[in-house]
């Protein structure tokens, strides 16, 4: 497997998460799939507010990335 096979399937799992979590319907999970493949996990979560989302899945997300950060400090790398 290639580093773009595995990245795929890391993008894969991790849409399919985020689908479990906050209830995502089917076109939505796909324009978050879509934006991780083009510009990334890190940066989707960093210009989360550029991506055309519906308010209240926008709005989980950005309760998911406040988590992500704690953790970060929490690990020393905020």
Do not use: W
């Not at 998460?17 to 510009?39: G, P, Y």
């Not at 210009?47 to 690990?75: A, F």
């Amino acid at each position: 497997m290639n580093f773009e096979e595995f990245k795929e399937m890391e993008y894969i799992k991790c849409v399919g998460l985020l689908a479990e979590l906050i209830d995502l319907d089917a076109d939505t999970k796909e324009k978050i799939h879509k934006s991780f493949q083009n510009i990334g996990i890190k940066n989707f979560f960093l210009h989360l507010e550029s991506v055309d989302l519906p308010t209240e899945i926008s709005e989980k997300l950005k309760s998911i990335k406040t988590i992500i950060e704690i953790v970060d400090v929490k690990r020393g790398r905020a």
